[in-house]
């Protein structure tokens, strides 16, 4: 039984690189969601997928983030032009479609320096 | 802002039941109420989930009190294991909120 699966699970960047966190879900799943952790707080929402339609974007994903799901399966995470406040987790959960029970993956440690 | 109230911290003798409250007054009828861990630098694990009657799994018990607005996670023996941060979280969809937690630590 695979769950949710996440890489890379550690990335160290210089502020102004360009960064991509990808995530695979629990296969049966077609609903996908990102979150982001930082330290000592909760996770917090950033979007949400059904199927490959982006069905939600937090106001905390700003212009420099980019959530896709092109076939409905994996998606990925890409954040543009880092900055010092990006360094968080950045948590992918699944969902299946009769169910708001998400399932998290053990999350992408980003370090921007 | 999370729609719940949980005590930063609690110490839990190993073997010992673990009683962890959750407020959450302003609870609404569709909303159920999910209880997660977050063991250090790892992802939220699920633990049970609960709309009006009490659930017990193989992790944890969850007891809803009758006008719903507060809940308690019950690990009946717990271990050192458990050591966690607990979050308890009210919703009806799946866009999840969640508060700082309890941050529970079992003592040898």
């Known amino acids: 039984d695979t769950g949710v699966s996440q890489d890379p699970r550690h990335k160290i960047t210089k502020r102004g690189q360009n960064v991509t966190f990808r995530c695979d879900p629990i296969?049966?799943?077609?609903?996908l969601y990102w979150y982001r952790q930082t330290l000592g707080q909760g996770p917090e929402f950033l979007t949400y997928?059904?199927?490959?339609?982006?069905?939600?974007k937090s106001r905390l994903l700003s212009d420099r983030f980019s959530a896709e799901r092109p076939k409905g399966s994996f998606s990925t995470l890409e954040i543009q032009r880092t900055e010092q406040g990006d360094s968080a987790m950045y948590l992918c959960?699944?969902?299946?479609?009769?169910?708001?029970?998400?399932?998290f993956g053990e999350g992408s440690w980003l370090t921007v320096v | 802002d999370a729609k719940t109230t949980q005590p930063p911290s609690m110490d839990c003798a190993e073997g010992r039941a673990a009683n962890l409250p959750c407020n959450h007054s302003?609870?609404?009828?569709?909303?159920?109420v999910y209880w997660y861990r977050q063991i250090h630098s790892q992802g939220p694990q699920y633990i049970i989930h609960?709309?009006?009657n009490n659930e017990t799994n193989e992790m944890a018990s969850l007891i809803i009190t009758e006008d719903r607005k507060s809940s308690t996670l019950i690990l009946p023996h717990a271990t050192l294991r458990d050591t966690a941060v607990y979050y308890c979280?009210?919703?009806?969809?799946?866009?999840?909120?969640f508060g700082t937690g309890t941050r529970l630590k079992v003592l040898a």
């Open positions: 959960a699944s969902s299946g479609q009769s169910s708001n029970t998400i399932y």
């Open positions: 296969s049966e799943h077609n609903r």
């Open positions: 997928f059904q199927n490959e339609a982006q069905l939600e």
């Open positions: 302003t609870i609404s009828g569709n909303e159920y």
């Open positions: 609960g709309l009006k």
């Open positions: 979280i009210v919703t009806e969809i799946y866009k999840y909120i």
